[in-house]
């Protein structure tokens, strides 16, 4: 599917069937061109300053109002209830999450979707969740509405047309997207399917500030990819279902047309999508291990500066030339909460137990770092420049909220790790009080 670039641009595009669908020197006229419908679909306070305003025009066959009521439907392992178990400060380690096989049962993404934890509230727009999504069937006739907040899709197993009201993306394993609030999508799956969803409610994802680094680097803005308009004038007879997802339970309701009927359409308030081999690698050239923050790809800013609702950072290949340095990551306290997840390969501080499709979840104040084979291994190794995280992505969900784990996080899913404590366990204690500074 062709692709415009940038992050954030003013874009305009036309399905080219449809040529001047697009209204020229204003938004609504009194009749649109080709008798379209003009909708704007506000992601922002009409009032928000003009670096986050955000919204777009679309100029579709039919407007989204017309719908049949929407009704309650089951929720599955979806939950915006933080309060399912007891808290549990423990490191929290979870094996590859299960595919429903095909042959089995016919699974799809929004079926597959599953709350592994979070924190704050789509009412009061400001949280978030991470889910889960395992599936093996496309949504038929079916889309999926987020009115609590963004997406930022992550492929682990295999790739998935994205269709959207904006035009259709593919986006596959080490590459990612965002479908921002409100914008309504399908997926269209190969196979057993794979992925993790960091979900941010009440903010936008943007790139972050590059201070001294400068205008250049980490990920660019002409690397983002949004996509052109498409659409499809086609009438559902047996009824076209709208998932809506509000207050953090699933809705649905009926309509008789396809919603993907935009044939143009105009803003700053699109899906997008990014692959991740195009990051620029910011690394130490001399001593120390430099916090992981140098691998942010994208940013939901909270109100307090420099202080995150969530961060999305990367662990991509680079290479590790630090001298005089333990170069593994440190052992760490930290008050933000670590939501770890791997797409493919090794990583670097946990060679073995961290598998592609697994987890990890290093809460609040909870200590973490690298186990006793890192630590031994890295603490002799001779020093010279080599590749790290080599055929490896793994990456992170930051977030300066205390995050509950769901009951399908902990028991349910039966991924959970019992063991994952131990590979601590025989850290030795190093200390010689006899120990001297070498004379110089």
């Known amino acids: 599917a062709a692709q415009m670039s940038g992050f954030g641009n003013e874009f305009a595009s036309e399905d080219p069937r449809c040529p001047g669908s697009l209204p020229e020197g204003q938004n ?4 649109c061109p080709y008798g379209l419908y003009a ?3 506000s992601g922002s306070a009409f009032t928000c300053p003009r670096s986050t305003n955000k ?3 679309l100029y579709r066959i039919l407007p989204s109002v017309r719908h049949k009521p929407f009704t309650p ?3 599955g392992d979806l939950t915006e209830n933080w309060n399912e178990v007891e808290p549990d400060p423990n490191q929290l380690r979870w094996k590859p999450f299960n595919i429903p096989k095909s042959s089995e049962k016919k699974v799809d993404f929004i079926s597959g979707l599953h709350t592994v934890c979070g924190a704050g509230d789509s009412k009061s727009r400001n949280g978030i969740a991470i889910h889960m999504y395992t599936c093996n069937t496309s949504m038929i006739d079916k889309c999926f509405q987020n009115a609590d907040g963004d997406f930022l899709i992550v492929p682990q197993q295999g790739e998935i047309l994205i269709t959207t009201e904006f035009g259709k993306m593919m986006v596959e394993p080490n590459e990612i997207c965002v479908i921002q609030q409100g914008m309504r999508f399908s997926v269209d799956v190969f196979g057993e399917t794979r992925g993790y969803i960091l979900e941010v409610f009440g903010a936008h994802f943007e790139l972050p500030d590059l201070g001294p ?3 250049n680097g980490l990920a660019n803005p002409r690397d983002f990819q949004t996509p052109v308009a498409w659409y499809e004038d086609r009438t559902v007879a047996t009824g076209y279902t709208i998932v809506n997802k509000y207050q953090g339970k699933l809705f649905s309701c009926q309509q008789d047309f396809s919603p993907f009927n935009v044939v143009a359409w105009h803003g700053n308030y699109t899906p997008y999508k990014y692959n991740l081999e195009n990051f620029m690698v910011i690394n130490c050239v001399a001593f120390d291990h430099a916090d992981p923050s140098i691998f942010t790809v994208l940013t939901a800013k909270s109100t307090r500066p420099g202080v995150a609702i969530a961060d999305f950072v990367i662990f991509p290949p680079r290479w590790g030339v630090a001298d005089h340095t333990f170069r593994p990551p440190y052992y760490h306290r930290n008050c933000m909460s670590e939501f770890m997840g791997l797409i ?3 990583y670097e501080a946990k060679e073995e137990g961290f598998q592609p499709g697994g987890a990890s979840l290093h809460s609040i104040m909870t200590p973490h770092g690298p186990d006793v084979d890192c630590f031994e291994k890295n603490s002799t190794a001779v020093l010279k420049p080599e590749r790290v995280a080599e055929g490896t ?3 992170m969900f930051e977030s300066s909220f205390s995050m509950a784990v769901t009951k399908w996080g902990l028991d349910t899913c039966h991924r959970l790790d019992k063991s994952y404590y131990k590979c601590w366990e025989a850290l030795k204690n190093h200390f010689n009080p006899n ?3 070498s004379s110089k």
């Open 39 to 41: 909708e704007q679909l």
């Open 393 to 395: 992505m793994a990456f």
């Open 213 to 215: 680094i400068g205008a």
């Open 55 to 57: 919204r777009s025009w």
């Open 435 to 437: 120990w001297k500074p």
């Open 73 to 75: 439907m089951s929720c």
């Open 344 to 346: 493919k390969g090794h």
């Open 28 to 31: 609504n006229p009194q009749v």
